[in-house]
């Protein structure tokens, strides 16, 4: 199979991700992915959920925080500015907070607590997590490209999604006994209905929120995840452990493509030996590739001669990964 | 005492409550079985705000974002927890249900 045949078969995968352990090309994929499928006619988001995002680099353009930016027609990037989200939620709670209790100041403990939660590490991350929700609920695209931060967290992200599942059921299994509770009180006490416990509503409208996310990630109909590796040994070995385990969390693998691949034509030329003994060593590698992930390899692109940046290197890229021009 | 309460402890405790309230029916006045639906209601309120926002059970219980999200509705139940923790009498009841 090639890649055009994966997405031509596959028309309702329209959320696309690119894994891979830290800079092998999930960006420069993602980037170029959403170049084809742009030129081919659809409607395109490339979003980062990386705090660190690299398609302003890539793009050339400086996106970061300014919600959708049109690269070319049909081509929309987006870098989220998980501060900016923050800083705009934290008012949005003490708004509800004042509203809710016709307080003008909010109390120092609450303050306190408000500004501690939003100093976490993972808040940034879990305030990333939720803003995707929009993204890909938004529906005005015809694919999302997902640009994926190394697989260490990725795995993060979808255990956290399993994890929290767990822990909202049980919380929330929690929250519905102490309604009853009340419930019983209020009958016996021949008291008017209990109000609805809108704690129960928040936690019900959390989990739809996270089911949102780790529902996507493990997709198969509608889903199509990646993996980038190269001619490395301990990178095979890496990326056969990862897509292991990337499997028990049911991520659908759609196959594995190669980067970095040192083209054979150097190889009649007049080329350093260094060079010499690393294309060996590549032939050796890819030959392994092959093997290890037997039937599943979608494409190999080659090492260009510079970094991938700005339209004309991605649509370079875009031709390696996909076939050339249709 | 330890406050590293599991996901089936903490589970299993309000289980507890369940069936602790099924004995106390009998034999007692609607006064009374009110009072004490409602000082369950309020352990449980106490259990619930020590779990997701007290970082007691050792493992991030929500992600922080979806944390702060609750905290509105538990405002005036924020001093009273602080107060409840001091008293540490309150949560070793809690705790004991069940893990002892
Ligand atoms: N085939 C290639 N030829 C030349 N340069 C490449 C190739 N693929 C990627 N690069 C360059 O390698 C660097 C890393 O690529 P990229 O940013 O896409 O990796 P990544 O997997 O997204 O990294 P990270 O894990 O940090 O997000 C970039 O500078 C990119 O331009
Ligand atoms: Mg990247």
Redesign the interface.
Known sequence: MSMREVFDQNPNRRYIMYGGKGGLGKTTFSAATAYWLAKQGFKVLVFSVDPQASLSDIFKRDIFGKGPVEIMPNLFAQEIDADQR?RE??DE?RQ??RD??GMTEI?E??EN??QS??A?P??E???I??EVVDIVGSNEYDYYIYDLVPLGHALYYLS?AS??D???D??T???T??EE??K??NV??RDKETEED??LK??QF?KH??NVSSGILTDKLKTAFFFVVTPEEMIILDTKKASDLFAKFDVPLAGYIVNRVIPAELSGENIPAYLVNRMEMQTTYLKEIDEVFAGQVLARVPEFERDITGLPMIERVANEMFGGKK | MNFKLT?SQ??RT?GG??RA?GDMVYGAS?YE??RG??K??SH??H??IL???GDIVG??????????????????N??GW?RSLLRERDLTDLCDQEIT
């Open positions: 923050i939620y934290q709670i509800k907070i809710m209790y109390p403990e609450i607590y408000i939660v939003a976490e993972a808040m991350e879990s305030a997590f939720d956290m994890v929290y767990q822990w909202i049980k919380i299994g929690l929250r006994e102490m509770y009340s019983v009180a016996m006490q809108q704690i928040e936690l959390i929120r996270i | 996901v903490i589970t309000a409550f369940t309230f609607v079985i009110v639906l409602h369950e209601r449980l309120e259990l619930f779990i997701v926002f493992i991030p219980v929500l992600p922080p974002y979806y944390t702060l999200r609750l905290l509105p509705y538990v405002v005036p924020i001093n602080k």
